[in-house]
């Protein structure tokens, strides 16, 4: 988990003093926005007192391909800002950067053709050629002078799945105008509360000097570290790494009770050390050693199960948390699991050596047995230590069982749509091979009729992001002007935002979707027939009203024109479906038939022209259609063989995201936990039983029944799991608001999940406290009676 989080949150950024940069935003009445644009950014820059740099930057383009020596590669291409990396701090290893020794402004360039490449990039795409200075390197089919390569593990945007190139922003007019994402470098000794207050004045002026009434008056500072990981990511970091301490912990208790024991069956022979001239010290390093000893041992095989617990989970971890990180244990860590392995042999050694050097000579040296082991004291010790154990067990189980009911709750939403048999197949589209091309009837439709005449195959569709995927569909405003058409529409004050989604006509046999009214697309609907549209009922309920029937707005139109300035009609309601995530009600949607948008609707570029996921139903498994599938795309175009699939069942299991890892780290942690409190309940009593063989024998001679015996023994269990299960709900209570943003269909203190925790603690508990009071039930009197 050190190594998780140390990878997410806690690894410092490649840049220099990367604690004074900072990520600006403007709030909007719907969630910040992404920046600024650089006519904003150049008066928080002149005006303001507390920035040193400011830079900007924009991603066009998810995927970009770039020609290399021997292939093409896949590649991130964010387009950045000439003083970008001066900002950063950083320099590349070859080269020079964008910037300009003499420009007068500040993002100034004349490189409008360069290309500064990452040292991934260089090594994998041109072997690393110190010759690469120079060269011309086409990106998307354009072509660009290689100017400088950056240092080894450097990225920007932090956390890039794939290697990077940059290329430079040339400010015309039209860029002027547009929105970028903003990076600044705070002055020395300035802290972020004061930049931020200072830029909220700056703000504000800004605001009264446009007149507009609805110009934000300030903005939304954070530091870029922070800005990188989402906070309920961080959250489930943050709770994870929680619960691994509260394991290490019992883990630590739980050696300390097993460790006091052996101290304690070792006090004649200590007693002896100690008459022979032993100093205490003596004694107390020699236990502190042997404790060290076991802890190194720890270390040989917990190293191991590291590196092996890494390379399973790292999937599945980048996958949920949705943040790229390679989870590879460094010299920190390494050093981290060293200190730790020390900490807790010192510290489990350490009260059992106290007892040990303390411990008095002459009574230890004239009892011969166990009898005289264990002081009163010592045992409530080992008794406290115990219910510690099942407090921070029962803790964990019962977080465990609330996300386990979570995820239960999840698994039973109605999604809308089906997920068996559809493989998924997130395509990275070349669009620069198709410039003034229709990719629809140049690339979707014969691609999409060459996966159907696959065998095995029942249906394929073309989507620019299918429900539940990472991958979120384009997001448009219809203002109050717009929705004038429609009375109820009318009277809203505020704009209605839209999902919009372009799909294939096949889509509905492939996803098997629920209609409402009317029809879906067919084959009919194509570029020359009337612009058609789908709807779901949320958008039914936002834009005409909740007292509307969906069948009576068959027919409406709205104002949406992405073919000649018509306007679309409805022609189908859709049932709600699940779209972002499994817990989010339906927002408002509307999609749109793939082959009714050309190159000339304001739509094409948003959609056709920068990614699209193929949807495919089949009969066969997944394993043997994908290479089927991977040489239909090589044939359509070289770049697609790069890629991903997946099946709908895996996008929708990704989905649950950090609920889910969360969930299975807990459980994870929770059985490990039970499992050591429940170890060292039984260590207690058996070395109890061991230690009162005598005055058991002594009862069961007297005439105690042995099933007294065994009451006795789950008697003092008893008392233990009682104390340490009333610690735990008291732990619990507290603990369960860190899993609120967690929790879905349950709630934080859900009284059925405590219970069914309880009783499997208690279960557990008294079920190992059974072998030891069956142990003392089937004591011999006579040999009870000899063992003085």
Not at 345 to 372: C, D, F, M, Q, Y
Not at 527 to 553: C, L, T
Not at 596 to 618: C, D, H, K, N
Request: glycine content about 8%; charged content about 20%; overall charge neutral.
């Amino acid at each position: 988990m050190f190594t998780v989080v140390d990878s997410v949150l806690l690894r410092p950024l490649p840049y220099n003093q990367p604690s004074q940069l900072v990520e600006i935003k403007q709030p909007g009445k719907y969630g910040p926005s992404w920046g600024a644009t650089f006519l904003q950014l150049e008066e928080w820059r002149e005006r303001s007192h507390t920035l040193a740099s400011i830079a900007f930057h924009i991603w066009d383009k998810p995927i970009c391909f770039l020609d290399g020596d021997s292939s093409s590669l896949e590649v991130n291409a964010p387009r950045i800002s000439a003083n970008l990396f001066s900002t950063l701090g950083v320099r590349p290893r070859l080269g020079r950067d964008f910037i300009r020794l003499n420009a007068v402004d500040f993002a100034e360039t004349s490189d409008t053709k360069t290309i500064l490449l990452s040292d991934s990039v260089w090594r994998d795409g041109f072997g690393a050629r110190t010759d690469i200075l120079g060269k011309i390197v086409k990106l998307n089919g354009d072509s660009y002078t290689v100017i400088g390569v950056m240092p080894r593990g450097f990225q920007f945007p932090f956390n890039s799945e794939k290697p990077q190139v940059w290329t430079p922003i040339v400010l015309d007019a039209a860029a002027k105008t547009r929105e970028y994402r903003v990076i600044a470098r705070l002055k020395d000794d300035v802290r972020i509360d004061a930049a931020r207050a200072d830029l909220d004045v700056v703000q504000e002026r800004m605001a009264q000097e446009s007149g507009k009434p609805d110009a934000p008056r300030s903005v939304l500072l954070q530091k870029y570290g922070d800005s990188i990981v989402e906070g309920n990511v961080r959250t489930a970091l943050l709770v994870l790494l929680a619960a691994s301490v509260m394991l290490w912990l019992m883990a630590c208790v739980n050696v300390t009770g097993l460790l006091l024991a052996r101290a304690t069956t070792r006090q004649r022979e200590i007693a002896v050390r100690s008459a022979l001239g032993a100093s205490r010290w003596r004694v107390m390093r020699q236990l502190l050693v042997e404790g060290l000893v076991l802890s190194g041992a720890a270390v040989l095989v917990g190293l191991a199960l590291v590196l092996a617990a890494l390379k399973l989970f790292e999937h599945e971890l980048t996958a949920k948390l949705g943040s790229y990180v390679v989870m590879k244990p460094d010299w920190r860590v390494t050093s981290a699991l060293f200190g730790l392995s020390i900490l807790s042999g010192v510290g489990s050694s350490l009260w059992p050596a106290l007892v040990a050097a303390k411990t008095s000579i002459e009574p230890a040296l004239r009892h011969s047995g166990l009898s005289g082991g264990m002081t009163k004291t010592q045992h409530r010790m080992r008794a406290s230590l115990v219910a510690a154990e099942i407090a921070m067990s029962l803790t964990l189980l019962i977080a465990c069982g609330l996300l386990l009911r979570t995820i239960y709750e999840l698994r039973h939403v109605s999604l809308g749509f089906r997920t068996d048999h559809v493989i998924v197949v997130d395509m990275a589209i070349p669009a620069y091979k198709f410039d003034e091309k229709n990719m629809t009837t140049e690339l979707y439709e014969p691609l999409a009729e060459r996966v159907e005449h696959l065998p095995g195959v029942q249906a394929a569709a073309l989507i620019n992001g299918v429900p539940l995927a990472k991958k979120l569909p384009m997001l448009f405003s219809m203002s109050p002007q717009d929705l004038a058409r429609n009375a109820k529409a009318a009277r809203r004050e505020e704009d209605l935002y839209v999902q919009f989604r372009a799909v294939g006509p096949e889509l509905d046999r492939v996803l098997g979707f629920r209609m409402l009214r009317g029809r879906f697309f067919n084959q009919r609907d194509t570029p020359g027939s009337e612009p058609v549209i789908v709807v779901n009922r949320a958008f039914v309920r936002a834009y005409f009203g909740n007292d509307r029937d969906p069948g009576e707005i068959l027919g409406e139109e709205l104002p949406l024109s992405y073919q000649n300035d018509k306007p679309a009609r409805i022609v189908g309601v859709l049932d709600d479906q699940r779209q972002a995530s499994v817990p989010e009600e339906s927002k408002p949607e509307i999609e749109v038939c793939l082959p009714q948008i050309t190159p000339e609707s304001g739509f094409y570029g948003a959609t056709e022209g920068s990614s699209m996921t193929l949807a495919v139903r089949t009969e066969r498994s997944p394993s043997a259609l994908i290479p089927e599938l991977r040489e239909v795309l090589r044939e359509a175009s070289p770049e697609l063989v790069g890629s991903s699939f997946s099946t709908m069942d895996q996008v929708v299991e990704d989905s649950y995201g950090d609920q889910r890892i969360a969930e299975r780290l807990l459980e994870i942690f929770a059985g490990s936990g039970l499992l050591v409190c429940v170890a060292g309940l039984y260590a207690l009593l058996a070395y109890m039983v061991t230690e009162r063989t005598q005055e058991l024998g002594v009862r069961i001679a007297l005439g105690a029944l042995r099933e007294q015996v065994i009451w006795l023994v789950l008697g003092q269990a008893g008392r233990m799991l009682l104390t340490g299960c009333a610690i735990g709900l008291v732990l619990s209570y507290f603990s369960g608001r860190l899993l609120v943003s967690f929790l879905y269909g349950v709630r934080m203190h859900d009284a059925w999940t405590t219970l069914a925790a309880s009783v499997v603690l208690m279960s557990a508990g008294l079920a190992a406290a059974y072998i030891p009071a069956k142990r003392a039930a089937s004591i011999d009197p006579m040999e009870a009676l000899r063992t003085e």
